[in-house]
């Protein structure tokens, strides 16, 4: 089975619709790699992450915004033969987004974003928010320079 480059925008926004997490690759002051698994939500081409107010995360990202985050679902073991270890895979469809971190700090774009995280869980997105929480949440978004989707077995 050969993987599949999909380039096609649908294909690709259903499989966003479709994962659970995305894991954010970034970079700290030492060149080394840092990933995270996040919720996130999306839009029109936009992916949207919150988090709590402090971390080792949010010292790296204001530091060097630049990420690269991957997300995949449909997972499925197959096999050609059961008792030949090689012959074992699995199906899948993934997809990569490379770009920078923005930090939203307007209360009304944080509110956007935020609605799109709700969509992706709960398919609404009329949500009430309290002012104290809008403000003590840090809310970004990633707009891609790149956007790659790959299938496997499908
Ligand atoms: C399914 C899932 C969804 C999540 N969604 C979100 C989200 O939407 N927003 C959000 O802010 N966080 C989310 N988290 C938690 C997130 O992955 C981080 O653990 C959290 O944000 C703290 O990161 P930090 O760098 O600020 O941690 P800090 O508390 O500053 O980290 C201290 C140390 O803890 C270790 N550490 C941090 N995170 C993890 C981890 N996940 N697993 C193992 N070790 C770790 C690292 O060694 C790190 O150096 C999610 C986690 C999971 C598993």
Redesign the pocket.
Known sequence: MKARVITDKSLTEEIIKACE?CFVGMVDEHGMPYT????FGYADGILY????PV????NILRNNPNVCIVMSTAHQMYHQSELVACSYGMKYKSVMMRGKVEFLEDLEDKVLALSKVMQQYTKREDYRYSQPALKNVTVMRIVPTQTDCKYFGY
């Open positions: 997490v995270l698994p996040f919720n992450l919150h988090s709590g971390g080792h995360k949010l």
